[in-house]
């Protein structure tokens, strides 16, 4: 399709909308739930030669002031804040001369934790058991541990479910699925699942990439108290910006989710813009 020019037609109906283009994982090889290193550089090939890409902040700022986009306009952002953001998104975001934000969860960086979705999926793949059961939000769950890909799926699904508990009531679940699989948590995260540090983000940072902020401990924030939420955003946004030497103003909600009330604790932690994970263009409504 790209070679019988088939997008440009895309392109064209959408060029007064800006695309924004989210990435979490980048990976040496092809890697399930990972973008390749291959895959990425042709990405940034593409997105380079046919769209104007810009800081996110240039973008909410021309959305928020009510000026038409230029066509062609998209951002480039990164969440979570994983290793491989630096060792291998950073050289190819580098060569291609592409902006790009990365939001970051502060405490995943701090060393004190590691994202909870990994821990799943570190059960799944390290466990020597065949089947998985758990009964999570009222549903009882049984899923086959009989290969890398089925493992896989299996923690995707356990995720899925506990997205929905309250934060304490996620971990809990987490602990009973763990002791229920013979394992036991390391305190910090494998080194597969590692994240960059601060000073790989003071270098990103100085290099003309945007860091935001993906709160303190990833939690989902329709799930916790109006007390924990001003924490994980002023917190956050507060430890950033003491690193950095300077302000921070990109948000970007933990799996997409918010309502008003969380909207408004945003932007009273004096976030400017802030990311979810809906599907489609950005237009002034946006």
């Known amino acids: 399709m790209k070679a019988t020019g088939a997008f440009a037609p895309f392109r064209f109906v959408n060029r007064n909308k800006a695309l924004v283009v989210m990435y979490h994982r980048i990976s040496h090889t092809e890697k399930p739930g990972a973008t390749s290193a291959h895959a990425f550089a042709e990405q940034l090939e593409y997105l380079t030669t046919h769209y104007r890409l810009v800081p996110l902040s240039v973008l909410a700022e021309s959305l928020s002031n009510g000026r038409k986009l230029e066509p062609g306009t998209a951002a480039i952002t990164i969440d979570d804040g994983y290793r491989d953001t630096y060792e291998i998104a ?122 935001g902020s993906h709160t303190v401990t990833h939690p989902v924030l329709t799930n916790i108290t109006r007390e924990q939420l001003r924490w994980e955003l002023g917190e956050s946004r507060a430890r950033i910006a003491s690193v950095l030497d300077h302000d921070v103003k990109l948000f970007c909600y933990p799996n997409g989710d918010s309502d008003p009330d969380v909207r408004r604790e945003v932007e009273r932690a004096g976030y400017t813009c802030a990311v979810t994970t809906a599907p489609g263009f950005n237009d002034g409504r946006s």
């Open 90 to 211: 950073f050289p190819l975001l580098r060569h291609y001369d592409a902006p790009a934000t990365v939001f970051v969860v502060t405490d995943f960086v701090d060393g004190k934790t590691w994202l909870w979705t990994d821990k799943l999926r570190y059960l799944a793949t390290r466990t020597e058991e065949e089947n998985l059961e758990a009964a999570i939000a009222g549903r009882s769950l049984s899923v086959s541990l009989t290969c890398e890909t089925s493992r896989l799926e299996a923690a995707a699904s356990v995720n899925s479910l506990l997205k929905s508990l309250p934060d304490r009531e996620k971990d809990l679940s987490i602990e009973r699925i763990a002791s229920s699989l013979g394992l036991e948590l390391p305190a910090t995260p494998p080194f597969e699942f590692s994240s960059l540090t601060w000073e790989h983000l003071r270098e990103m940072d100085s290099a003309g990439i945007e860091i």
